[in-house]
């Protein structure tokens, strides 16, 4: 098992340089001099202070170096100022990091949560009523923008019935607040965020779990399951169940980015001071070395997402871990 | 057998695109032209489905804003299931490094968030209809790469691939004429499931002001208005939001139909 961990991550290694080498070539995608980009705001500049500060900023260099220069302060955790306030972008990030996983990883069990069950009872009842509904339902569900369901339920939750606060993470007065109700005030705050991050992958994840199960059903080991006179909860949850569940492992790792993809949306929609919108915010104002941390940080946590579902699956799937 | 997620597919979708080829036809109003005498109505007999907070008229934006979103996943599409194809197809035919260096720049592309590379790109070289197409197809061609690169790989050890090595055709010919052909059919799929995400795509991009900038009507940026009339126009919220919903619906269906009439 060391092995295998050990040999993945070494793995990882080229795509680290693919990474990097991609997002490089995407900053220099931009028309015109970068150094023009960052002060064209400035009316004061003048074509000698332009230079200089290309040459400070080593810009002069031919593209190559740049690129082994720019990886090396990579490889430092040094990615530069963000122009917006002059701070360091990892600061940034990382501060705002923590709200984000932890909305993400909350909506990934609920997905879980629900979509394993749902998607069982829908297999076990193939062509009832249930499971005609919820195919519709999931079909709909699949096809319908997730921002649109957030303006949807934040109008129906927020506005309709005033249940919930429609923006940010804490209220005005949370500071006074006790413990418990500071737990309260933050779960309101994140209900809507992690229903709605959710409900973009309920809908895959279940229809996928459904076909499992109806797949894993007609395997072979179930008949001897069947002839072995096992009782039919034995065989669903022990036999059936289990070797449905092992892919599901390596979609939840797959499901990251459409995941993190989507904080960018639904985080300016609901206001939370996460990294998908401090990315949006860095796109709006063209703030290319925080825009380029996060690309960087957000594909890594991408990559480590489905190192971790792969080496999930070696665990749970022994057949995986010694081949080869 | 009747096909009938197909069949309403294809009913969904047609309508749609007639729709959107007739606009003008179709529209009752002029989709950019400011009414200050009927600003946020609600749906009526006049304005079926309601004015916006400049009182355009609701239904002639859909109806303009389809042309835009179905031409813009129909163009990325076809970008990314082009490249998909060609990078595919060299990667299955030659094999050994030229397959190990395509498919590993493939696993890399995979590893971006589409979203986070597409609003960089579209940031930087700024947003238009134009560079929405181009960033969109060429974020979304891998899956279809993969998709044909395992078909040609069990297709070229077939008879009819060695007869034709056999007579001396060349590889580029075996490739166009006979591999591609053939590995067409779960292409079709994937193309067709890519426009509903192409089209979602877009959607997002222009929601949050960096896809289809305005006055031109696209259903991303109607929904932009209905984050400030949350509450007092529902229709603004509710209509836009639909059409997206139909028109990836009606695609997905295409595509479910399709595996099925492949499958039987």
Redesign the interface.
């Known amino acids: 098992m060391i092995t295998y961990i050990f040999r993945r991550l070494f793995g990882l290694l080229?795509?680290l340089f693919?990474?990097t080498l991609?997002s490089f070539m995407?900053?220099k995608?931009?028309?015109g001099k970068p150094v023009m980009l960052q002060y064209s705001l400035n009316p004061k500049i003048s074509l000698d202070e332009i230079k200089r500060l290309e040459k400070i900023e080593g810009f002069d260099k031919p593209l190559y170096v740049q690129y082994f220069n720019w990886l090396g302060n990579l490889s430092r955790f040094n990615f530069g100022r963000s122009i917006s306030d002059g701070r360091f972008v990892m600061d940034k990030i990382v501060e705002r990091l923590p709200v984000t996983l932890s909305i993400n990883i909350l909506s990934l069990f609920l997905i879980f949560l629900i979509a394993v069950p749902w998607g069982v009872r829908s297999a076990l009842k193939q062509g009832s009523t249930f499971d005609r509904v919820s195919t519709l339902v999931m079909?709909?569900l699949?096809?319908?923008?997730t921002?649109?369901l957030a303006?949807?339920l934040?109008?129906l939750f927020?506005?309709?019935f005033g249940w919930l606060p429609i923006s940010g993470i804490t209220a005005l007065d949370f500071e006074h607040f006790n413990w418990w109700q500071k737990v309260f005030d933050i779960g309101r705050h994140l209900f809507l965020p992690v229903l709605v991050s959710a409900l973009a992958g309920f809908a895959g994840i279940c229809r996928y779990m459904r076909s499992n199960m109806i797949e894993a059903l007609q395997q072979p080991y179930i008949y001897t399951a069947r002839a072995k006179g096992l009782s039919e909860n034995k065989i669903i949850y022990k036999h059936a169940l289990r070797n449905a569940l092992l892919p599901i492992v390596t979609i939840l790792g797959l499901s990251l980015?459409?995941l993190?993809?989507?904080s960018?949306?639904f985080e300016?929609?609901f206001a939370i001071p996460g990294i998908g919108r401090l990315?949006?915010e860095?796109?709006?104002m063209?703030d290319?070395n925080l825009?380029?941390a996060?690309?960087i940080l957000?594909?890594?946590l991408?990559?480590l997402g489905?190192l971790i579902a792969d080496v999930l699956y070696a665990y749970v799937d022994p057949r995986i871990r010694y081949k080869k | 057998m009747q096909n009938k997620s197909l069949n309403i597919g294809i009913l969904i979708i047609g309508f749609l695109t007639i729709i959107a080829i007739l606009a003008p036809l179709v529209s009752p109003f002029d989709p950019s032209v400011i009414d200050q005498d009927s600003l946020l109505m609600p749906p009526s007999l006049k304005h079926f489905l309601g004015t916006d907070t400049l009182g355009r008229d609701l239904f002639s934006r859909i109806v303009f804003g389809a042309r835009i979103s179905l031409g813009i996943g129909l163009v990325a599409v076809g970008i990314a299931t082009l490249v998909g194809l060609i990078l595919g197809a060299v990667a299955g035919f030659y094999g050994g490094r030229i397959d190990g260096l395509i498919m590993r720049f493939v696993d890399i592309m995979l590893c971006f968030p589409t979203f986070y590379l597409i609003l960089a790109v579209a940031a930087i070289l700024g947003p238009s209809i134009f560079n929405i197409m181009i960033i969109v197809g060429l974020t979304s061609w891998m899956g279809v790469a993969r998709l044909v690169r395992g078909e040609i790989l069990s297709l070229k050890e077939r008879e009819f691939i060695q007869a034709e090595k056999s007579i001396g055709a060349s590889n580029l010919r075996i490739i166009i004429r006979h591999l591609i052909p053939n590995a067409i059919g779960p292409v079709l799929v994937s193309a067709t499931l890519g426009i509903g995400g192409a089209i979602l795509l877009e959607s997002g991009l222009s929601f949050l002001g960096l896809g289809v900038q305005p006055p031109t009507p696209s259903w991303g940026n109607i929904l932009i208005e209905s984050k400030s009339t949350l509450g007092v126009a529902w229709w603004i919220t509710v209509f836009p939001g639909l059409a997206i919903l139909t028109t990836i619906l009606g695609f997905n269906l295409i595509a479910e139909g399709l595996k099925k009439k492949m499958g039987s």
């Open positions: 080229p795509m693919g990474i991609i995407v900053i995608l931009a028309p079909f709909l699949f096809a319908a923008p921002f649109w303006l949807l934040m109008q927020c506005i309709q980015p459409g993190l993809g989507g960018i949306i300016s929609i990315f949006y860095a796109a709006m063209r290319i825009i380029m996060e690309i957000v594909a890594v991408t990559m489905n």
